[in-house]
């Protein structure tokens, strides 16, 4: 199994300072990686397909990068809609397997 | 649009077996190139994926839920179903269905709760 892992766990940020969070595989996997947002109540929201990618709708405030096993998604100025939990998953290999989150808190 | 619900019982008693529902519109569950999944959440953790049925019916299950696990679809009323048998507290979280093509889910059920409590 690829096992997740996501850093920091929490990220304290003030509104309109840029958040950086890290997400490693244990091994490579290209660049199938998604990010997700989750909020309190509420389902986890597709951000970021295919490692870089926005999804529909997202803003371009929502950028992200890395392949092989080193993962990143900046949120370059932080939104008070965007202080949520914040979740990568990858799709290389079965069963595919999602980080523990970060949780991006109102500093 | 896609939108999938979630229906079936919050409710279930230990060793019993859990049944879901997604009931899914916009889209057809049988036609191409679509994964419709089950994925939980154990309450205040992270995500697990239990598994999934390819628009074909095919399915594959998470290794370490596979001996009690089944999926299934109607295409008739365009549903797909999760059956969890033998079930323990440790099954109690939030269950959703999703809809993807490339293994990144583009859309997600609002969940529902299952609590296995006695």
């Known amino acids: 199994e690829t096992v997740m892992t996501q850093s920091p766990v929490a990220l304290s940020v003030s509104p309109g300072e840029r958040a950086t969070l890290s997400c490693r595989a244990s091994?490579?996997?290209?660049?199938?990686v998604a990010w997700y947002q989750q909020k309190p109540g509420q389902a986890p929201r597709l951000l970021i397909y295919?490692?870089?990618f926005r999804a529909t709708g997202v803003p371009a405030r929502f950028s992200a990068r890395g392949s092989g096993t080193e993962f990143t998604l900046t949120i370059s100025s932080l939104q008070s809609e965007d202080f949520a939990v914040y979740y990568c998953?990858?799709?290389?290999?079965?069963?595919?397997?999602f980080g523990p989150g970060t949780r991006v808190e109102v500093k | 649009q896609v939108q999938l619900q979630e229906s079936g019982p919050g409710l279930v008693k230990p060793s019993q077996t859990l049944s879901l529902t997604c009931s899914v519109s916009g889209v057809a569950i049988d036609s191409g190139g679509h994964f419709w999944s089950w994925i939980r959440q154990h309450p205040g953790k992270g995500l697990e994926w239990i598994g999934y049925i390819f628009y074909s019916g095919a399915t594959t299950y998470n290794p370490s839920l596979e001996s009690r696990l089944k999926i299934s679809r109607d295409t008739s009323k365009n549903q797909f179903s999760l059956r969890l048998t033998a079930v323990s507290s440790a099954d109690t979280a939030v269950y959703f269905c999703t809809r993807d093509r490339t293994g990144a889910l583009e859309d997600w059920g609002q969940g529902t709760l299952v609590t296995v409590s006695s």
């Open positions: 998953q990858q799709y290389n290999n079965w069963p595919r397997t």
């Open positions: 091994q490579p996997i290209g660049d199938n």
């Open positions: 295919a490692a870089s």
